[in-house]
């Protein structure tokens, strides 16, 4: 009876979970909001139909929701680069799709943050597919999708993370679920790799978002799993919750000193920094002679000669180094938070829980399934330089796997040498032919056209072509909707700049 029972389940899970669907996938990369007047790292996204007003989202681990700044979101802040630092902004004016949501009842509870809310908004929400430039994009859209507006951000720290700007990817997350009822994703999960193309990271990697499923070419090893938990209040409201058993620093000539105290820490993207105990960062101070930044930041600056390694050992076996580079970054600030043993800090990452923010997610593939029993999420080293793109579905209860590696012989790479040599010689006498049957082709029209004036005839015309349109707000189809992100000398767009200049 109980065998019959489980099959039951198992069948009404695969019933559930249509494992056929292929993920949306959308990447970070730095790139023009508010109509091309700021270009900025993050998720391509947009709201609005039909021109879609561009951001770039920042993805939040803590929040369901989706939140979007107003046009005088950075009017009254004190923070000198608040507009090129908020992810793009929203004007319901320039949507024909807008509506009023004062009757929503938010999935979040936001608590005292350093902005007002303005309102809950009705509206079309844009995700962009982008592989590589300069192809279009393909659309996902998502009609009547809950926008939680801002206003009037008061912080005179960056409004990087928050809170304006971000696409909730939290357990309850609104995004997810609104995808997976509309069929166009598996499950309510996703795979992460948040790259390092923004200013306190200082890298040049762009990261991608899998939304129900993952990129297997974005990371290699073996994957770690762990349960998610409650979410934390003192903890960024975060539910991914690690135990760290073991934290080593290893100098270039071989020494090494141990971190051994466990403790656990949270997973969040709502900082850069990784803020951990007081006895933690005041025994990595004294090891490196790392000092207060004594600034916005608050991270210890480390000495110029500095040259070591940190292994961070996850309960479970899971470790990550980070290289000498990596800690003290170009300008000698390590992403070690100096809250912790600054009596005087003022900084908004100081929390009574550890913190594990994006500098430690920059080696790390992360992956969530919300769908799990019980929920689960997974990580795995990253592969930062990964050539392709292989995403996959990720249903209930199952592991993600890497792609396999590829290995080309020595017999194969000397046949694809010579293939390549032959081709680039092929293709130059190509070329040429090209080159003179399209001159050829150029005199045959200038005579025809000296004779057609002659005539007093005219041979130009214009090609009108249609664009593609997705005839349903719900399905994803090729972008060539009416957007700022592809065509900044149109009316639209430079009115768009106007209206918010003015």
């Not at 006895?279 to 070591?308: H, K, Y």
């Not at 999420?377 to 990964?386: G, H």
Request: hydrophobic letters at 35%.
């Amino acid at each position: 009876m109980a065998t019959l029972a489980g099959l039951v389940l198992l069948a009404s899970a695969v019933v559930a979970n249509n494992c056929s669907i292929q993920p949306v996938y959308v990447d970070f990369h730095n790139r023009a909001v508010d109509g091309g007047i700021t270009f900025q790292y993050g998720l391509f996204t947009g709201i609005g139909s039909p021109i879609s007003q561009n951001l770039s989202s920042w993805p939040s681990l803590s929040n369901n929701e989706t939140s979007v700044g107003s046009l005088d979101y950075c009017s009254t802040s004190s923070f000198q680069n608040c507009v090129n630092q908020s992810h793009g902004f929203y004007s319901p004016d320039l949507s024909q799709t807008y509506s009023s949501a004062s009757s929503y009842k938010t999935l979040d509870n936001l608590g005292s943050i350093p902005a007002t809310i303005l309102e809950t908004a009705y509206d079309t929400f844009n995700l962009f597919t982008h592989y590589f430039d300069p192809s279009p994009p393909n659309l996902t859209t998502i009609s009547q999708f809950p926008l939680t507006v801002l206003s009037n951000y008061s912080a005179n720290a960056s409004p990087w993370f928050g809170p304006a700007g971000l696409l909730g990817l939290g357990p309850s997350s609104v995004l997810l679920q609104r995808l997976y009822d509309m069929n166009l994703i598996s499950s309510r999960s996703f795979g992460l790799y948040m790259g390092t193309a923004y200013q306190q990271a200082n890298g040049a990697m762009n990261g991608s978002l899998t939304l129900g499923g993952y990129d297997s070419g974005r990371f290699d090893g073996d994957v770690y799993n762990y349960t998610i938990s409650s979410a934390n209040s003192d903890g960024a409201n975060s539910p991914f919750k690690v135990t760290i058993a073991q934290m080593t620093l290893t100098t270039a000539d071989g020494n090494k000193t141990e971190f051994s105290n466990q403790f656990d820490a949270y997973i969040t993207t709502s900082q850069y920094a990784l803020t951990l105990p007081s006895a933690i960062t005041q025994q990595f101070a004294d090891s490196t002679g790392a000092t207060a930044s004594n600034d916005g930041l608050d991270v210890l600056q480390l000495p110029s000669g500095f040259d070591a390694t940190l292994t961070i050992t996850l309960a479970g076996g899971f470790n990550v180094t980070y290289d000498a580079q990596w800690l003290r970054n170009v300008s000698n600030n390590s992403p070690i938070s100096a809250a912790p043993i600054s009596s005087t800090s003022t900084n908004a990452t100081s929390s009574p829980a550890n913190l594990l923010g994006t500098a430690f997610l920059s080696s790390i593939y992360f992956m969530a399934n919300y769908d799990s029993h019980p929920p689960q999420f997974q990580l795995a080293s990253a592969l930062t330089d990964a050539q392709f793109v292989q995403t996959q579905t990720l249903c209930p209860d199952t592991v993600p796997t890497p792609a396999p590696t590829t290995n080309i012989s020595s017999f194969t790479r000397a046949g694809l040498t010579g293939a390549i040599i032959g081709g680039v010689i092929g293709g130059m006498g190509l070329t040429f032919v090209f080159w003179y049957t399209l001159r050829r082709c150029y005199q045959r029209r200038e005579r025809r056209r000296v004779e057609a004036q002659s005539r007093n005839q005219d041979l130009d015309g214009t090609i009108s072509v249609r664009p593609k349109s997705d005839g349903n707000s719900s399905d994803r189809t090729s972008s060539e909707m009416t957007t700022f992100a592809f065509d900044f000398n149109s009316s639209t767009h430079q009115a768009y700049q106007n209206y918010l200049r003015n």
